[in-house]
């Protein structure tokens, strides 16, 4: 969420999957079911599982490989909305793996079943702020709706050579200081600016806006313009900027950030006082799944520390198991900008929806600002 390493929700093989979650939503392109290259004899075998692209990298449930000696069924997914009306239309996987943000949506689409506490293994070791994300258990907290897996941020990554901060750090740098003009770049996707513009206003719901409060927004919107040198659909890009020198700030995902500590380059990751913006993604379970206990065995396998160390290692991205977090290396976690997800996640800013009416509004004023409106 998002990034031509399609595959990869944060930093695996060629552009991040949530670059390309963002990147295909933004020009209309819809689900990709990509069947792998392997067949069975029936597909009864094996779990289905609809995930992202790369994310039937074996390492990521061992013991599900372990007990059954070979990997589920995958097909991949884009985009999570378009991804919800392929199964609405009859794509039966007997497991999904959409947002946090998105659940509300699949609940009511009643396509799912709640899980089975009783036979998730791992939940008392989940971070607790991922735990009962609003829209994902039941309001009493006796259903839970969504198995949260990987997560991560998206904020400012910049030049610690180039940059001085002034004060609490902040997104303004991106909005409106002047000293670092045709330095800093901005993601092209209308909800992100929009509403962390709505944060720096301190507005009290930045993710649904009143028109009043929008025309606030597009003042920001308009200084903003002035200021980013380009704004970018492909993350590479702005690794390139940052590491040229071109650009001394941008928003960014923390696997890009990665990218650049790797390459030596002086960089740090802002936890601004507005929030890091974090996804959370995970697994959902088909109200007719034919394979139950195959799907909480992968499910399990899934949110072992064993696979969390792994999707940190590989993929960059952080997992839901606390446990996996003690397998890496100190060093790594630094390097993705992860070292205290708690006291990170106590600013942050979780995904949540917006209303589609909502989001219509938000995409004309960002598109009429940039034509220069």
Not at 36 to 52: G, I, K, P
Not at 298 to 306: G, H, K, L, Q
Request: hydrophobic letters at 40%; proline letters at 6%; aromatic letters at 12%.
């Amino acid at each position: 969420m998002e990034e031509n390493r399609f595959r990869d929700r944060s930093g695996r093989p060629t552009m991040t999957r949530r670059a390309a979650i963002r990147a295909l939503a933004s020009v209309g392109v819809g689900v990709a079911i990509l069947p792998l290259t392997h067949t069975r004899s029936t597909a009864a075998e094996q779990v289905s599982v609809f995930t992202w692209s790369s994310y039937n990298d074996p390492k990521l449930f061992p013991g599900y490989i372990e007990k059954y000696g070979s990997p589920p069924d995958f097909s991949f997914l884009a985009d999570t909305a378009e991804a919800l009306m392929k199964v609405r239309a009859g794509y039966a996987a007997d497991i999904a793996h959409p947002c946090a943000d998105d659940i509300s949506l699949w609940i009511k689409a009643d396509v799912i079943q709640p899980f089975d506490p009783s036979r998730l293994t791992h939940v008392p070791d989940f971070w607790d702020e991922l735990k009962d994300l609003p829209g994902t258990v039941s309001d009493d907290g006796t259903k839970r709706w969504f198995v949260p897996f990987d997560w991560g941020n998206s904020s400012i990554v910049y030049r610690t050579d180039m940059v001085e901060l002034k004060g609490e750090p902040s997104w303004s740098i991106l909005y409106t200081d002047e000293r670092y003009k045709d330095k800093v770049s901005m993601y092209d996707s209308a909800p992100p600016a929009v509403n962390i513009a709505a944060a720096i206003l301190g507005f009290p719901d930045i993710f649904i806006l009143s028109d009043e409060e929008l025309e606030e927004v597009a003042k920001l919107l308009r200084k903003q313009r002035e200021l980013v040198k380009f704004y970018w659909t492909d993350q590479t890009t702005v690794e390139q900027g940052i590491a040229s020198g071109e650009l001394v700030a941008a928003y960014a995902w923390n696997d890009g950030f990665k990218r650049l500590k790797n390459q030596g380059v002086p960089v740090a990751y802002m936890n601004p006082k507005e929030g890091m913006r974090t996804w959370v993604c995970g697994l959902v379970l088909h109200k007719d799944t034919p394979h139950l206990d195959m799907a909480y065995d992968f499910v399990n396998a899934f949110t072992s520390p064993e696979a969390g160390a792994h999707l940190l290692e590989a993929f960059g991205t952080g997992h839901v198991n606390r446990k996996a977090f003690d397998l890496v290396s100190q060093e790594l976690l630094d390097s993705l900008g992860i070292s205290n997800p708690a006291e990170m996640m106590a600013r942050t800013v979780f995904l949540k929806p917006t209303p589609p009416e909502y989001l219509q509004k938000y995409q004309r004023l960002f598109d009429m600002v940039k034509a220069g409106g």
